[in-house]
């Protein structure tokens, strides 16, 4: 993959950097990252662009030149969610409602060869050392009482992953987390990562979802502790490990 000099940067955090190309965007990962996780991110992008949900199509995983590996797609041209809700937050209500309804959406869809989430969220809970032996027996005991699904559900559902376009059609982006599984623990996940900025943007999320899913509060809240336990695990720059801890804790002795 060559990198055009007209390139601009979209974002950057720890292991990578985002460019937009023009009518395309490179995710440029550094050394630290497993390559195979970047083509696990294409495949199940690939699976996503085939189930028939808006998604920017996947073109390429290739060794950029000057270093690290990338992950090619088609730019959908517009604005995020959260640009958006940022701008006006007088419409924050207006689009959450999109935002609900999109992610209720993706999960009408199924993907037999799409990871399972339950081994996904066992395999992190298991490799977590900052967890001790009796709490991770905890979570994962709570994990396997968990009622069983097979939809698609996208991992990392947040506003920054929505693009609505020009003519107001959404799509949604980064599918590196996507698996199928739990609707519950897929909107437990983005109850969580609202929770992580903003705990009445987070109420609201879950109010709606709950509502319009026709999904029990509680089926979501018990999933809380196993999803705070896997954003745990992903160790990511920006976390709030103490706040997360915070919601493995509350559960630990239930
Ligand atoms: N195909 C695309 N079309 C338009 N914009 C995109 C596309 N892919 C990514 N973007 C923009 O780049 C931003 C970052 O990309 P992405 O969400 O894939 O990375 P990330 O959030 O850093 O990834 P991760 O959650 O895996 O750490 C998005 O929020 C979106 O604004
Ligand atoms: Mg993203």
Redesign the pocket.
Known sequence: MQLSDTKTL??E?GN?K?Y?LGDQ?A?VFNETKPVSDIFN?ALNLARINECGIAS?RVLEVSEVQGGGWGLL??????R?L?ELMEEDPSKFYEYLERFVDLQIDVHTHRSPLLPRQRDKYARMIDGLDTLNATQRYNLLERLDGMKRHRRVCHG?FNP??V?VGADGEL?I??W??ATQGSPAADAAMTYLLFALTDTQQADAYLELFCERADEPMQVVRQWLPIIAASELARK?PDQDAEFLMSWIDVFDYQ
Request: include cysteine; charged fraction near 35%.
């Open positions: 979209i974002v955090r990578k985002v937009d965007i995710k991110e920017p797609t088609e730019k959908v041209p517009g995020t959260a990392d920054t992953n693009i799509a982006c980064d590196a987390h990511r």
